[in-house]
C-alpha cells in the first residue's frame, strides 16, 4: 500500500478521510488507496483514539512514504516484461514486490483504526473504495477486451490486474472493527493467512486469496501507534536499514533462479505451485517477516521534512489505478517484442526512469482533478444528509 516531526514527540494523525489506506489522501480531499476528503477538526477529535494526538495539520512523512511506495509499484510493473535472462533485475524485482503493497496495506490498517461503522465512515467507503472499485474493474475489463482479448468477462467479483487491492480494502476496512475487538488480532489475522496459504479451492471471488494473505499486514497496522512510526525514524534504525536492504539483495540473488515470483503476489495457494501445503504455512510467515523487516527499513529512509514530492502522496490513488493502462497498453502493443534494446540493461534503466517520471505525473493535482468524479466522487446526492454534522463541519471551516 505524510511525514512526521524529528524526535520522539507522538506523531501527529493527517486530516485525512478514513479512507485513506494504501495511501490515505490528499491535502484536499482523498483516502482510499490514497485520498478522500479532508477530516475536520470536529471529525478528529470524534474518532482518533485517546492516545492519540489530534490535529489538522498532515504528517509529511506519510505523504512521502505513499508517494515513494507508488513509484516502486510502477517501476516494479515496467520490470515485469523484462526482467527474465536477468538474475539482477529479478532480485530488485523480489526485494521490492516484498515490502511496496506491504508499506500501502500497514499505512492503510494504520489510517483505519478510528473506523467504527459510523454514517459518514460508510458513506467514504462507497465513495472513496466501492465505487472506485466499480469503476475501473470495468475501465479495465473493457481496456482488455478492446486491446487483447475481446472475449474478457466484465465481472465485479473477479478483480483483474490493480483492482484486486481495492477490493480486499473494502473487506479490510469493514471487519475493522472485528480485528480492533479482539484482544489477540494479530495471531488470529496469521493463523487466517496460512490456513488460506494451503486452501486452493478458496475461489476467485474478490481475489480471496490475497485478501486474507495479506490480511495480517493491514491488522498489524490497526494496531499501531504513532510512537511505532517514530521508532523506525531513529538515527540507529536508518543505518540498521543498509544492511538489511544489502542482505536482503544478496539473498534476492541468490534466489532469484530457485523461487517463484507468485509468492510474492499471495494470490494462490501452495498447492497451485507445486509445493506441499505445509510450505505455504511457512511461507506465510517468513514473507510477513521479511516485509515487516523491510517496510521498517524503508520507512526509516522516508524524508521527514516537507519534499517537492510531497504533495504528491495525496495524489497516489490516480498514479496506482492509472499507470496500469499505460503498463498493459505497451505489453499488449507490442513494445517490449519489437523493442529488443529494453532487455538491455540500458534499456531497464530507461525503463525504471520513465516509470517514475510517469507516476509522479499521474499522481500531480490536475490528474487527480480530472479523474476525481472517478477516484473521489462526492456523490451527496445518494446519501441522507446529516445536518448536525454538516453544521460541525462549517463551523470547523470557518475558524
Not at 497451485?272 to 505445509?278: I, K, L, M, N, V
Not at 507490442?334 to 516509470?355: M, S, Y
Amino acid at each position: 500500500m505524510s511525514h512526521a516531526p524529528h524526535g520522539y514527540e507522538r506523531a501527529q494523525l493527517p486530516r485525512t478521510r478514513e479512507l485513506d489506506p494504501v495511501p490515505p489522501t490528499a491535502q484536499t480531499a482523498s483516502a482510499a488507496v490514497a485520498e478522500t476528503p479532508a477530516r475536520t477538526p470536529q471529525d478528529s477529535a470524534k474518532s482518533t483514539p485517546p492516545t492519540a494526538k489530534t490535529s489538522t495539520k498532515r504528517d509529511a512523512f506519510f505523504d512521502n512514504a505513499k508517494y515513494l511506495a507508488i513509484v516502486l509499484v510502477a517501476v516494479g510493473h515496467a520490470w515485469e516484461p523484462v526482467m527474465e535472462g536477468s538474475r539482477a533485475t529479478k532480485a530488485l524485482y523480489m526485494v521490492v514486490y516484498s515490502f511496496h503493497m506491504p508499506a500501502f496495506i500497514i499505512i492503510s490498517g494504520y489510517f483505519s483504526r478510528s473506523y467504527t461503522g459510523r454514517p459518514h465512515q460508510i458513506r467514504r467507503l462507497l465513495t472513496g473504495i466501492a465505487v472506485p472499485y466499480i469503476v475501473f474493474e470495468v475501465a479495465y475489463s473493457l481496456f482488455k477486451r478492446v486491446t487483447n482479448d475481446p472475449g474478457h468477462p466484465i465481472s465485479l467479483l473477479d478483480p483483474w490486474y490493480l483492482t484486486w487491492f481495492l477490493a480486499a480494502l473494502f473487506v479490510w476496512r469493514l471487519t475493522t472493527p472485528i480485528w480492533l475487538s479482539l484482544r489477540h488480532p494479530l495471531p488470529v489475522a496469521l493463523g487466517i493467512a496460512a490456513l488460506a496459504s494451503f486452501t486452493p479451492n478458496i475461489g476467485e471471488d474478490l481475489n480471496l486469496q490475497r485478501v486474507l494473505q495479506f490480511l495480517p499486514l493491514f491488522v498489524l497496522g490497526l494496531i499501531l501507534k504513532p510512537e511505532h512510526f517514530q521508532l523506525v525514524r531513529r538515527r540507529e534504525v536508518r543505518l540498521l536499514a543498509v544492511p538489511v536492504f544489502a542482505g536482503a539483495l544478496v539473498f534476492a540473488y541468490w534466489a532469484a533462479v530457485r523461487m517463484k515470483n507468485a509468492w510474492f503476489y499471495h494470490n494462490s495457494a501452495a498447492q497451485d505451485q507445486g509445493a506441499p501445503w505445509w510450505i505455504g504455512v511457512v511461507m506465510t510467515f517468513a514473507l510477513f517477516g521479511c516485509s515487516v523487516v523491510l517496510t521498517a527499513a524503508f520507512l526509516a529512509w522516508v524524508p521527514r521534512r516537507k519534499m517537492w514530492f510531497t504533495a504528491l502522496g495525496a495524489g497516489t490513488i490516480c498514479g496506482y489505478l492509472l499507470h496500469g493502462f499505460l503498463v498493459k497498453g505497451a505489453v499488449y502493443s507490442g513494445i517490449f517484442d519489437t523493442n529488443v534494446w529494453l532487455t538491455e540493461p540500458a534499456g531497464r534503466v530507461f525503463l525504471t526512469l520513465l516509470a517514475g517520471v510517469a507516476m509522479t505525473l499521474l499522481c500531480t493535482p490536475p490528474v487527480r482533478r480530472l479523474f476525481r468524479f472517478a477516484t473521489e466522487p462526492e456523490m451527496k446526492w445518494a446519501f441522507r444528509q446529516d445536518p448536525v454534522r454538516d453544521a460541525a463541519s462549517r463551523a470547523g471551516q470557518s475558524k
